[in-house]
């Protein structure tokens, strides 16, 4: 076992390699290996050729860093890195934590993020939906559709009930379950029925000509 400072920040100078303290005439120095994440901007090549699933957090974290202030450019990445992530074909549990990470240091406006997930959900469905079977798809969905009534029923009581039976039309229409987890997050946030309501009005207005 070793230990090892892996560094972020974006100045080159920002050295530090050891570790000291002294009490009473006693002395105690701990040096460490040091890694800067951008000592490896010349090596974007070698990072986006290597398979190891820390090289792209790594160009993430560099690409972050370049776009920083720049909104529209960091959309842009945020998406190419998500695609990325579901063309190198990684388990679930192994992309879903290097896009939280993303996510993370790729903050957009709520809006923005919004619109990368329609643009996202299509690409998401045809990469993921072949290895689910349609039985399965189908108690998925089933289980969301109680998910969601759940919250609707423990938030806004019977008020809440015309809602679920919303999801009930809905969850068979629409493909991507995915929808409704994100339906189903938003509504335990919700602050009122009318902005319960909202929520599954944008639904329907995105799957409009399906749900017609």
Known sequence: MISLAVLTDDNPKFRPNEYSRAICGCEVIFRYPLVKIIDYRDRLAELKASPHPFAIIVRAY??????????????????????????????????????????????????????????????????????????????????????IATVLELKFGEAGQPLSERTNKLIYKIKPPETFEKLMEQLKYARSLAEAEKLFDEVESQYQEVIA
């Open 62 to 147: 560099l690409k972050a860093l370049e776009v920083a202030g720049n909104v529209t450019e960091r959309y842009a990445w945020k998406k190419r890195f998500l695609l990325e992530l579901y063309q190198r074909g990684m388990k679930h549990e192994t992309r879903l934590a290097i896009f939280k990470f993303i996510d993370w240091i790729m903050a957009l406006p709520e809006e923005m993020d919004a619109e990368l997930y329609k643009e996202t959900e299509i690409f998401e469905e045809t990469t993921t939906m072949p290895y689910m079977t349609t039985p399965q798809r189908i108690d998925m969905k089933r289980g969301l559709a109680k998910g």
